[in-house]
């Protein structure tokens, strides 16, 4: 079974400051995922990757197969980015495509 | 635009009732997943479907019936065997495995 941990739990920054949250899984996996939640609850897909690195706009998501280890960052955060950060992983042979998800993170970021 | 539809945003059951939560997309996407949230635990499977008229047990399906009669809608039941029903709940769909995860915007379910 896969264990995904994510750190930190929680994350409080200023406005503007470089944010980073890990993830760490035990497994090979075929892909990982990093979602968003916002406080209403509903969950948006940022990135899917299997490998290096994807950017979009001033999120930064990488993964290191080696050490099973991938990093979501934001640049210059911004209080709109406050919200649960999910990391979750897809197993090889697992429950038709079902994923395996992290705890959360839960970034506040303050004006 | 394509996505996915949950409804009720909010639900409020009495003890030893059966509610049925609402999932609708129209991605044309074969895969449908149930998940359940709880304060301070991540996304736990319910139950899934590949395919119209199939799906399996997820990790805690106990007390959760489904049904996958078109392909755009995957119901979840809540009935009363389910102990701890108060909490709330994801609805997701794929393509297929290794391909994007596209989310509901989930309902909460309180359990009076």
């Known amino acids: 079974k896969n264990e995904v941990e994510q750190s930190p739990q929680n994350l409080t920054a200023q406005e503007g400051e470089f944010i980073t949250i890990n993830c760490s899984y035990s497994?090979?996996?075929?892909?990982l995922h990093w979602l968003q939640q916002h406080p209403g609850g509903g969950i948006v897909s940022l990135f899917m990757l299997s490998s290096g690195k994807k950017k979009h706009g001033r999120l930064i998501a990488t993964i290191n197969i080696q050490e099973k280890h991938s990093s979501l960052h934001i640049t210059a955060s911004h209080p709109r980015d406050s919200a649960v950060y999910i990391c979750?992983?897809?197993?090889?042979?697992?429950?038709?495509?079902?994923?395996?998800f992290g705890k959360g993170t839960k970034l506040s970021v303050k004006p | 635009d394509g996505g996915i539809t949950q409804s009720p945003k909010y639900l409020f059951r009495k003890e030893g009732q059966n509610v049925t939560l609402s999932c609708e997309q129209n991605?044309?996407?074969?895969?449908m997943y149930w998940y359940r949230q709880d304060p301070g635990q991540g996304l736990r499977l319910i139950y899934y479907?590949?395919?119209?008229?199939?799906?399996q047990k997820g990790d805690i399906a106990e007390g959760y019936s489904v049904s996958r009669e078109k392909k755009e809608s995957f119901p979840l039941t809540v009935t009363s065997a389910q102990k701890n029903p108060t909490a709330f709940y994801l609805c997701a769909s794929r393509d297929r495995p290794n391909t994007e995860a596209f989310f509901g915007q989930g309902t909460r379910l309180t359990v009076v």
């Open positions: 497994v090979g996996i075929s892909a």
């Open positions: 479907s590949q395919i119209v008229n199939d799906f």
């Open positions: 991605l044309n996407h074969d895969a």
């Open positions: 979750a992983v897809g197993m090889y042979g697992g429950s038709q495509g079902n994923l395996i």
